[in-house]
T-cell receptor, first 117, second 110 residues
Framework: DTEVTQTPKHLVMGMTNKKSLKCEQH?????MYWYKQKAKKPPELMFV???????INESVPSRFSPECPNSSLLNLHLHALQPEDSALYLC????????????????FGSGTRLTVV | KNEVEQSPQNLTAQEGEFITINCSYS?????LHWLQQHPGGGIVSLFM???GKKKHGRLIATINIQEKHSSLHITASHPRDSAVYIC????????????FGKGTKLSVKP
């Protein structure tokens, strides 16, 4: 299995809802990432987990709450989002933070298209 | 400041043409990635380079470490190559995160 699987692919939520995005990989990667991408912009890093511990939080608002329950799974819990949070949320993984020995270094998921209404 | 510059921003080509997309970066890196993103879709990693040249099918990626420059070439372009191509770099010692260029939007017309 050489994929990063993200679910759901599309999500529409109200500003008072609580929802979660899920990311899963079974490549034995120990670093996992959440990116946010607005239309026609490059991805922006949100969080980095290394060996299930939060390594980087790029000053993301607390309405986004990441969780890494095990080495294969990364969640992003969403609560009280704003319409401007509507974006494509991408998950990625790599062997670890400092090496990239697999063929392409990073593997990206196909993303969750989030719309906040 | 660590920057990644791509050119051109937009590129329209006729099917069959040879395409080149360029990427420049400002300081030493440990790896450079070429990524492909189709409209509304996730990102596919095409190449990871730290030196030299790599080839996969009709795609060729080169990097010149001294000039801090990389190119992505597509031979015999096809409409299905239409996508945004993104250059991303990992700076030496950085904690894993990539610095992304703004992307090159490629449209290949039949």
């Amino acid at each position: 299995d050489t994929e990063v699987t993200q679910t759901p692919k599309h999500l529409v939520m109200g500003m008072t809802n609580k929802k979660s995005l899920k990311c899963e990989q079974h490549m034995g990667h120990r670093a996992m990432y959440w990116y946010k991408q607005k239309a026609k912009k490059p991805p922006e890093l949100m969080f980095v987990y290394s060996y299930e511990k939060l390594s980087i939080n790029e000053s993301v608002p607390s309405r986004f709450s990441p969780e890494c329950p095990n080495s294969s799974l990364l969640n992003l819990h969403l609560h009280a989002l704003q319409p401007e949070d509507s974006a494509l949320y991408l998950c990625a993984s790599s062997q670890d933070l400092f090496t990239a020995t697999v063929p392409y270094g990073y593997t990206f998921g196909s993303g969750t298209r989030l719309t906040v209404v | 400041k660590n920057e990644v510059e791509q050119s051109p921003q937009n590129l329209t080509a006729q099917e069959g043409e040879f395409i080149t997309i360029n990427c420049s970066y400002s300081v030493g890196i440990s790896a450079l990635h070429w990524l492909q993103q189709h409209p509304g879709g996730g990102i596919v990693s095409l190449f990871m380079l730290s030196s030299g040249k790599k080839k996969h099918g009709r795609l060729i990626a080169t990097i010149n470490i001294q000039e801090k420059h990389s190119s992505l070439h597509i031979t015999a372009s096809h409409p299905r190559d239409s996508a945004v191509y993104i250059c991303a770099v990992k700076y030496g010692g950085s904690q894993g995160n990539l610095i992304f260029g703004k992307g090159t939007k490629l449209s290949v017309k039949p």
